[in-house]
T-cell receptor, first 117, second 116 residues
Framework: AQSVTQPDIHITVSEGASLELRCNYS??????LFWYVQSPGQGLQLLLK??????LVQGIKGFEAEFKRSQSSFNLRKPSVHWSDAAEYFC???????????????FGKGTKLSVKP | GAVVSQHPSWVICKSGTSVKIECRSL??????MFWYRQFPKQSLMLMAT?????????EQGVEKDKFLINHASLTLSTLTVTSAHPEDSSFYIC????????????FGPGTRLTVT
């Protein structure tokens, strides 16, 4: 069955430090992968996505993610974290019929990021 | 572009009453919209997939008679929680998929429902 695992429930980093959030997926076909960020009491904002091509994808707010098929991973990185990055981060995989009406997303449980001054 | 709105952003209702939540795609047409439920400190749980002009497809375990979904136009889907109970209190988030694309969804800001 398709699934997404985010091993870290909560991560705390110092402002200015680098960040890596882990995501592993289980999906039989070519995965379509996403990272979303959710601020408290808000909906989700798309940070970046991977469909095909270059395995290192750039997103908004200085985030990037690398798709590694051999490790079934799609880890999110940022070289220098800002206090405003404190939020919940969700990794997701697209499943179902690509382009069809039933294609949807399966989300990981999320990683909460706290940023120390 | 690709903005999705939800209304209301929060609502308090009494047990036994019904409440309607609207989800609108403001600057694009959305053949498909999704309704999620999120409990505190939890991930999003897909409740149903709504396709314009047809009946919604509900995920296993979601009561379709309790959570009524209507997707009457390409820019509007509604979720009505009927005969609400305190256990229905949650954060409800909708998303919309641009017509002709696949998995990419744009999310609304969510609606906080509290049933007293």
């Amino acid at each position: 069955a398709q699934s997404v695992t985010q091993p870290d429930i909560h991560i705390t980093v110092s402002e200015g430090a680098s960040l890596e959030l882990r995501c592993n997926y289980s999906y039989g076909a070519t995965p379509y992968l996403f990272w979303y960020v959710q601020s408290p009491g808000q909906g989700l904002q798309l940070l970046l996505k991977y469909f095909s091509g270059d395995t290192l994808v750039q997103g908004i707010k200085g985030f990037e993610a690398e798709f590694k098929r051999s490790q079934s991973s799609f880890n999110l990185r940022k070289p220098s974290v800002h206090w405003s990055d404190a939020a919940e981060y969700f990794c997701a995989v697209g499943v179902g019929n690509y382009g069809g009406s039933q294609g949807n997303l399966i989300f990981g449980k999320g990683t909460k990021l706290s940023v120390k001054p | 572009g690709a903005v999705v709105s939800q209304h209301p952003s929060w609502v308090i209702c009494k047990s036994g009453t019904s409440v309607k939540i609207e989800c609108r795609s403001l600057d694009f047409q959305a053949t498909t919209m999704f309704w999620y439920r999120q409990f505190p400190k939890q991930s999003l749980m897909l409740m149903a997939t709504s396709n314009e002009g047809s009946k919604a497809t509900y995920e296993q375990g979601v009561e379709k008679d309790k959570f009524l979904i209507n997707h009457a136009s390409l820019t509007l889907s509604t979720l009505t929680v009927t005969s609400a109970h305190p256990e229905d209190s949650s954060f409800y988030i909708c998303s919309a998929r641009v017509t002709g694309t696949s998995y990419e969804q744009y999310f609304g800001p969510g609606t906080r429902l509290t049933v007293t």
